[in-house]
Structures are given as structure tokens and as C-alpha cells.
């Protein structure tokens, strides 16, 4: 059966401590102190794409490589370049006049507005803490009126790359909770040790495999995986060393299957899904991911479709199954 979703472990109630972030920032007039317990603790998120979504990157539905990588690789672009030739637009800026307030902001302003508010949004992840708005309109102190494009794009990050979807869970208090994607319970977050959360990197390859047919060459999830800046002895800023994520931390927590080719010589070695991905997602939530990310329908790939559609009527059977039995043993106990 599938495992229950891991849920922070915070309450509502933690919005309104007698005294809290936002309060303390409040008394000292000034966002600095906020911005400084953000970004010791982690270094500035990838920015956003100048681009046009998708632009440069292959997009044929036909491509599953294409599929899976093309809106990762746009989100994990780097902030420092995106910010190469910056400094002529502030200048453009500073002689039209234009400043935060105006209705046209330079895009490097709120990609780092979005940067600064992803490393935040982490920030209390890893802490466990619910997160505000009011905290986030100190975090974009002089951008207050574009909060709801900023944290859009900020939640949109934090679900693409890290696999982390940002939920509010107080409408009256504006709180909001961070939530493991797709049913999954790991984070590849140690415990009681600073890290970042993985989830989007192992979504990512569970994306693969399927539109690879259930199992995928160590060399097709490599062929991906560089696409998005990671690569394969080469220790990545946020995820450590990438090799042994996948085959062994990945392939430890039963999310992916690591094994070598039958009859390959020279030896060749594949991932196939885990049994603890096959009990914690579906093809279905997968593949709508993917669709997601990519600004399309799950329907736009009908073989995948198909087999998720499939795999979504045996699972509601053998649940129906299930129930069915449990309701027989209960009846003739009584």
C-alpha cells in the first residue's frame, strides 16, 4: 500500500508567536536581518530565464529527452548569467528615472526578488516553520506590489527544481506550508545536517525512465541530467555529487533500481523505478508533471497516457479488491 505523504511538521498556531520574524524585523525598520538569516544559510537560488519559455531548447513531444529536460533547464539557469550585461539596463533605468515603484521593473530586479524569495521559502523548509506573506513582503522590501508575480514565480521554482509544492494552509493569516510532490516522502534532506531538498532531481529521472519506456540507460539519464547543469563526477553547487545521488542514495531510499544491461559488453547499466516509487506515485502524477512544466496536456502523449491511464484502472481494482476482502473477513468475524 502506499506510504503516507511526509507533512511538515508545524502548526497553524505558528503563524502568530508572540513575537516572530516578521515582528522583530518590524522594530528594527529594516529587512536586512531577514535577508542575512536567509542567505547564510544557503547561497542565491537559480534565477529566471530572460527567454521565452523554452526558448533554444528542442520541445518535440516526440523527443521524451526533450520532454523532460527543456523547462527544468530553463528554471535552473543561474542568476549570475542572467545578470551579464545588467549594469547598461540599471543605467537606462536610473536616467529615465525609472525605480521600483515604476509599472515596466528591469527583470534582473524581480528574478532577484524571485532568487531571494526561493532561498527564504527554503530557509523555512528546512526549518519546518510556516512562512507568511508578511515575511515575504520584508524579503521584497520596494517590490511590495509585485508579491503575487514574485511569489509565483518563486512557488513555480520551488516545484520545479527542488519538487516542493508551496500550499497555504491559513487563508486568514496568509500561512503558507511547503509539501513534497507527488505523494513521495523523500527529500534527501539528512536529518539534523544542512542541505537541500532533491525531490526535483529524482522526479526528474522518474519523468525519464517512463517516457523511456520503464528503464532508461545510465547514458539517456546523463544525456538529460547535463541539460540542467548536472553532470556526472563534477560536484554540483546544490546537489553534491550527482553520481552518488542517483545510484546510491536514490537507488538506497528503493526509489530507483540501478542495474546492469543483460548481455551488454561492454557492461552497460540502467535505472528502472523503485519499489518505493511505485508505492509512493503513479505514472499518472508523473507524466502530468512533466505535461505541467512543460505547458502542455498529459493527452499530448498518447502511448504514455495510455499506459498511466492503465496503470490508474488496475490500482483502483486492486484497491476495490482489497476493501472487498476486508469487508468479507470483518463480515464473518461477526
Given at each position: 500500500?502506499?506510504?503516507?505523504q511526509?507533512?511538515?511538521?508545524?502548526?497553524?498556531?505558528?503563524?502568530?508567536?508572540?513575537?516572530?520574524?516578521?515582528?522583530?524585523?518590524?522594530?528594527?525598520?529594516?529587512?536586512?536581518?531577514?535577508?542575512?538569516?536567509?542567505?547564510?544559510?544557503?547561497?542565491?537560488?537559480?534565477?529566471?530565464?530572460?527567454?521565452?519559455?523554452?526558448?533554444?531548447?528542442?520541445?518535440?513531444?516526440?523527443?521524451?529527452?526533450?520532454?523532460?529536460?527543456?523547462?527544468?533547464?530553463?528554471?535552473?539557469?543561474?542568476t549570475?548569467?542572467?545578470?551579464?550585461?545588467?549594469?547598461?539596463?540599471?543605467?537606462?533605468?536610473?536616467?529615465?528615472?525609472?525605480?521600483?515603484?515604476?509599472?515596466?521593473?528591469?527583470?534582473?530586479?524581480?528574478?532577484?526578488?524571485?532568487?531571494?524569495?526561493?532561498?527564504?521559502?527554503?530557509?523555512?523548509?528546512?526549518?519546518?516553520?510556516?512562512?507568511t506573506?508578511?515575511?515575504?513582503?520584508?524579503?521584497?522590501?520596494?517590490?511590495?506590489?509585485?508579491?503575487?508575480?514574485?511569489?509565483?514565480?518563486?512557488?513555480?521554482r520551488?516545484?520545479?527544481?527542488?519538487?516542493?509544492?508551496?500550499?497555504?494552509?491559513?487563508?486568514?493569516?496568509?500561512?503558507?506550508?511547503?509539501?513534497?510532490?507527488?505523494?513521495?516522502?523523500?527529500?534527501?534532506?539528512?536529518?539534523?545536517?544542512?542541505?537541500?531538498?532533491?525531490?526535483?532531481?529524482?522526479?526528474l529521472?522518474?519523468?525519464?525512465?517512463?517516457?523511456?519506456?520503464?528503464?532508461?540507460?545510465?547514458?539517456?539519464?546523463?544525456?538529460?541530467?547535463?541539460?540542467?547543469?548536472?553532470?556526472?563526477?563534477?560536484?554540483?553547487?546544490?546537489?553534491?555529487?550527482?553520481?552518488?545521488?542517483?545510484?546510491?542514495?536514490?537507488?538506497?531510499?528503493?526509489?530507483?533500481?540501478?542495474?546492469?544491461?543483460?548481455?551488454?559488453?561492454p557492461?552497460?547499466?540502467?535505472?528502472l523505478?523503485?519499489?518505493?516509487?511505485?508505492?509512493?506515485?503513479?505514472?499518472?502524477?508523473?507524466?502530468?508533471?512533466?505535461?505541467?512544466?512543460?505547458?502542455?496536456?498529459?493527452?499530448?502523449?498518447?502511448?504514455?497516457?495510455?499506459?498511466?491511464?492503465?496503470?490508474?484502472?488496475?490500482?483502483?481494482?486492486?484497491?476495490?479488491?482489497?476493501?472487498?476482502?476486508?469487508?468479507?473477513?470483518a463480515?464473518?468475524?461477526?
Open positions: 500500500m502506499p506510504l503516507p511526509k507533512s511538515p511538521q508545524y502548526s497553524c498556531d505558528r503563524c502568530l508567536p508572540a513575537r516572530t520574524v516578521t515582528q522583530g524585523l518590524e522594530d528594527a525598520h529594516d529587512s536586512k536581518a531577514l535577508e542575512e538569516t536567509c542567505l547564510s544559510s544557503h547561497p542565491l537560488m537559480p534565477g529566471t530565464s530572460k527567454k521565452a519559455p523554452g526558448a533554444g531548447i528542442p520541445s518535440n513531444p516526440e523527443n521524451p529527452q526533450s520532454f523532460c529536460s527543456s523547462s527544468i533547464a530553463i528554471t535552473t539557469t543561474s549570475s548569467e542572467l545578470n551579464e550585461g545588467s549594469d547598461s539596463q540599471e543605467e537606462e533605468d536610473s536616467t529615465s528615472g525609472a525605480g521600483p515603484d515604476a509599472k515596466n521593473v528591469p527583470i534582473d530586479a524581480l528574478d532577484k526578488m524571485v532568487a531571494l524569495s526561493v532561498d527564504f521559502m527554503l530557509f523555512k523548509y528546512l526549518k519546518k516553520e510556516l512562512m506573506k508578511a515575511d515575504m513582503k520584508i524579503i521584497i522590501k520596494g517590490y511590495e506590489e509585485h508579491f503575487a508575480e514574485v511569489f509565483l514565480k518563486a512557488s513555480e520551488m516545484e520545479m527544481v527542488f519538487g516542493l509544492d508551496v500550499k497555504e494552509v491559513d487563508p486568514i493569516n496568509h500561512c503558507y506550508a511547503f509539501f513534497i510532490k507527488l505523494g513521495l516522502t523523500y527529500d534527501g534532506v539528512l536529518h539534523d545536517k544542512e542541505g537541500i531538498p532533491k525531490t526535483g532531481v529524482l522526479i529521472i522518474l519523468g525519464v525512465i517512463f517516457m523511456k519506456g520503464n528503464s532508461a540507460t545510465e547514458k539517456e539519464v546523463w544525456e538529460v541530467l547535463k541539460l540542467t547543469g548536472i553532470y556526472p563526477g563534477r560536484k554540483h553547487s546544490l546537489f553534491g555529487d550527482p553520481r552518488k545521488l542517483i545510484t546510491q542514495d536514490f537507488v538506497k531510499g528503493k526509489y530507483l533500481e540501478y542495474r546492469q544491461v543483460a548481455n551488454s559488453d557492461a552497460q547499466f540502467e535505472f523505478w523503485g519499489s518505493r516509487a511505485h508505492a509512493e506515485t503513479t505514472k499518472m502524477k508523473v507524466l502530468e508533471f512533466l505535461a505541467k512544466v512543460h505547458g502542455t496536456d498529459p493527452s499530448s502523449f498518447p502511448s504514455q497516457y495510455e499506459e498511466a491511464l492503465q496503470e490508474e484502472e488496475e490500482r483502483t481494482r486492486a484497491r476495490m479488491s482489497a476493501m472487498a476482502i476486508s469487508t468479507s473477513v463480515t464473518t468475524s461477526f
